[in-house]
Structure formats: C-alpha cells, structure tokens
C-alpha cells in the first residue's frame, strides 16, 4: 500500500488501545483506508465507532492511548516511525486538520490573525509580519470572512461558530496542503452555514489538489461531497467503496441502517427507521460480528455470532471495488433494495 503512487494517505492494519480501570479497551481494531489526490473520502459512523481516534493515532496526536501495530503513510513516508520533530514539520503544511471544535483549536487570548500568522511563518522562516499579515487577511478573504482587514484583529469571541470555523479552514489551507483532514467540521453549525463550509472545503480541494479525509456521521454530507466512503463500526471499517454504488447498494447491514436513518424527498414516509440497540461497549464486544446482536438479517446465525467476518471485495460493476465486513453480503444487497431495516421475512426476504 504504501508504495502506491496513486496515494498519497493511507492507513493500514492499525490497531489503537487504551488502558482503564476495567481493562484494556482496542477503539481501533485493524482499520485501514486510503485517498488519493484530489480525491475526498468520508469516514462515517456512530460515535464513539473509531473515527476520529483513527485520523488521531495516525497524526500522533492521541492523548492517552498506544498504537499496537499498523502503518500510516504520507507521500511515501510512514508517519508512525518518523522522528517526532520531522512529524511536526510535516503537520500544518503539507498534512492539515480542521478540527471539530474549532473554539478549543483557536488561542482565546490571541488575536485571529496572529495565529493564522503563525502558521505561516512556523513553516515559512523567510516571510516577515508584514507579509504574513496581508497573507492572513487574503486567507480570511479567500474563505468568505466579510471586513477581514478588521476582522484579522479581532479575538475568537468576537466570532460566530461558522465564523469561527471558516478560520480554522483558513490556517487548514494556509500552505497548500496535500491532505486535509476534517474531522466534524459541520456538527455545531446551521444548515446554511455547513453548506457554505463544504463549498469552502470543495473550492480548497480544488485549488490545491490536495486529497480530503472528511470524518463524519452525517451521510448527507458524503452524499454532496465524498468520492468514496468508509463506513466504521466497533473499530473496523465494515464496508467501503464509491458513494454512488454504496448508496444505491450497500453490501452490510449497517450501512442499510444508517441510510435508512436518512430523511427520503422521494418517499412518504412519517417516520424515519431507528437502527435496533445501541452500539457495543468496546470492553466487551460480543464474538463473531461486533453487529450482530442489533442486525435484524442476522437473528442469531452461528456464522454471525462465532466468525468475524473479514473486509472482503464483493462487487466492482466496472468501478473500484466495494468491500464489506458481512457474511451475507448477497443477501444484504436484496435486502436494501426494500428502502428497510425491518424484520427480512416480513419484506419476502429468505435466510440462508
């Protein structure tokens, strides 16, 4: 994987655990993708899934937990054994993160554009304040800030949450990135805002080439601008593939209760379908399929219960291939075309 030159991010294997007083938790169990340049994966799935503490391990930013095993690679270097001086090098120019929050990612006491300024310079010895500061108030231009020349002097109080974030984007974008990461970037605003913000991101990718990770629960944010997705569950990616194929055909159970949580324009439906249960405690996963005690297709198959089923290839139709955790892909693909997460045998479906 990592000697691919049609990649320029990739995960692979990667295994993250944590120590509590109940024992040893693995919030990452295996997980692995990859993206291209130019190219937007989406990661998405529930909380607490693996999803951000994936993007996390593999910066070398995780507080608290340890990395087991697996390769991160960047350009052709793997992050993971890279000295720690050289990561940071690499972190905020060439490989950048917009953060959730982007209030706890901002300095309180430090003015906007000192700190867009800074990210600047930190990786560009050469440019002085006076060119730093016409470069920040173009930033904050470029990513629709109304009065930036005012506004680059102003504290993070002063600004609104999507305010707030389209600054984040812009120290994100600052060095021309080759991959940007964004995890959340949409949660804590409106829809009108989020809409703004993924242009924002789509016009960033655009203007830099630069490859984008887009960590998410909201499938219709992949809809509008991911090429592909990863769908995450306990730790482990379960399906993954080109967003078009996977929403018109998931290939896992949990990807069919995700977009069945989605609200339909196409359909008469007054209620939207919850998935069964709730996701499982990490300290103690059942066996077999971590989704399986909530998996309506299952209903208490031994292979389900005793097998962990392996991410496998299962359909290409002329694209790059869909993979899915599943044993019974095949029939997960009928299933889905009944647009429910209900009880198969009462749609006409049959178990093996």
Same mark, same amino acid.
């Given at each position: 994987?990592?000697?691919?030159?049609?990649?320029?991010?990739?995960?692979?294997?990667?295994?993250?655990?944590?120590?509590?007083?109940?024992?040893?938790?693995?919030?990452?169990?295996?997980?692995?993708?990859?993206?291209?340049?130019?190219?937007?994966?989406?990661?998405?799935?529930?909380?607490?899934?693996?999803?951000?503490?994936?993007?996390?391990?593999?910066?070398?930013?995780?507080?608290?937990?340890?990395?087991?095993?697996?390769?991160?690679?960047?350009?052709?270097?793997?992050?993971?054994?890279?000295?720690?001086?050289?990561?940071?090098?690499?972190?905020?120019?060439?490989?950048?993160?917009?953060?959730?929050?982007?209030?706890?990612?901002?300095?309180?006491?430090?003015?906007?554009?000192?700190?867009?300024?800074?990210?600047?310079?930190?990786?560009?010895?050469?440019?002085?304040?006076?060119?730093?500061?016409?470069?920040?108030?173009?930033?904050?231009?470029?990513?629709?800030?109304?009065?930036?020349?005012?506004?680059?002097?102003?504290?993070?109080?002063?600004?609104?949450?999507?305010?707030?974030?389209?600054?984040?984007?812009?120290?994100?974008?600052?060095?021309? @990135?080759?991959?940007? #990461?964004?995890? &959340? =970037?949409?949660?804590?605003?409106? $829809?009108?805002?989020? !809409?703004? *913000?993924?242009? %924002?991101?789509?016009?960033?990718?655009?203007?830099?080439?630069?490859?984008?990770?887009?960590?998410?629960?909201?499938?219709?944010?992949?809809?509008?601008?991911?090429?592909?997705?990863?769908?995450?569950?306990?730790?482990?990616?379960?399906?993954?593939? @080109?967003?078009?194929? #996977?929403?018109? &055909? =998931?290939?896992?159970?949990?990807? $069919?209760?995700?977009? !069945?949580? *989605?609200?339909? %324009?196409?359909?008469?439906?007054?209620?939207?379908?919850?998935?069964?249960?709730?996701?499982?405690?990490?300290?103690?996963?059942?066996?077999?399929?971590?989704?399986?005690?909530?998996?309506?297709?299952?209903?208490?198959?031994?292979?389900?219960?005793?097998?962990?089923?392996?991410?496998?290839?299962?359909?290409?139709?002329?694209?790059?291939?869909?993979?899915? !955790?599943?044993?019974?892909?095949?029939?997960?693909?009928?299933?889905?075309?009944?647009?429910?997460?209900?009880?198969?045998?009462?749609?006409?479906?049959?178990?093996?």
């Amino acid at each position: 994987m990592a000697t691919d030159p049609e990649l320029i991010f990739a995960i692979d294997d990667l295994i993250v655990e944590f120590d509590t007083p109940e024992g040893v938790v693995r919030a990452v169990d295996g997980s692995g993708y990859q993206v291209s340049p130019g190219e937007t994966l989406a990661v998405v799935g529930e909380t607490g899934s693996g999803k951000s503490v994936t993007v996390l391990a593999a910066l070398g930013l995780l507080d608290g937990g340890r990395i087991v095993s697996g390769t991160v690679t960047f350009d052709g270097q793997d992050l993971l054994r890279m000295p720690d001086r050289r990561r940071r090098r690499l972190l905020g120019s060439a490989l950048t993160m917009v953060f959730q929050n982007p209030m706890s990612a901002l300095n309180p006491v430090v003015r906007i554009g000192h700190q867009i300024a800074e990210v600047l310079r930190v990786h560009d010895r050469s440019l002085n304040k006076a060119a730093a500061r016409r470069r920040s108030i173009e930033l904050l231009e470029r990513v629709g800030v109304p009065q930036a020349e005012i506004r680059h002097d102003q504290y993070p109080h002063q600004f609104s949450g999507g305010m707030l974030q389209r600054v984040v984007i812009a120290m994100a974008v600052a060095n021309d @990135p080759k991959v940007i #990461i964004a995890d &959340e =970037p949409t949660t804590a605003v409106d $829809v009108t805002v989020q !809409a703004q *913000l993924l242009d %924002l991101l789509r016009v960033a990718r655009e203007e830099t080439g630069a490859a984008v990770v887009m960590i998410t629960h909201d499938l219709g944010v992949v809809a509008e601008v991911a090429d592909r997705v990863a769908v995450m569950y306990a730790g482990r990616i379960v399906e993954s593939g @080109p967003v078009r194929e #996977i929403f018109a &055909e =998931p290939r896992h159970p949990y990807t $069919v209760g995700l977009l !069945a949580c *989605l609200p339909r %324009l196409d359909q008469d439906i007054a209620e939207l379908t919850p998935i069964p249960g709730a996701p499982p405690d990490l300290r103690h996963l059942p066996d077999g399929c971590a989704f399986h005690p909530r998996c309506t297709l299952s209903r208490g198959r031994e292979q389900c219960q005793e097998q962990r089923p392996p991410l496998l290839a299962v359909a290409e139709n002329g694209e790059p291939a869909v993979a899915s !955790a599943c044993h019974f892909h095949d029939e997960v693909a009928a299933w889905a075309q009944e647009g429910t997460t209900a009880d198969p045998d009462e749609n006409g479906g049959q178990h093996g």
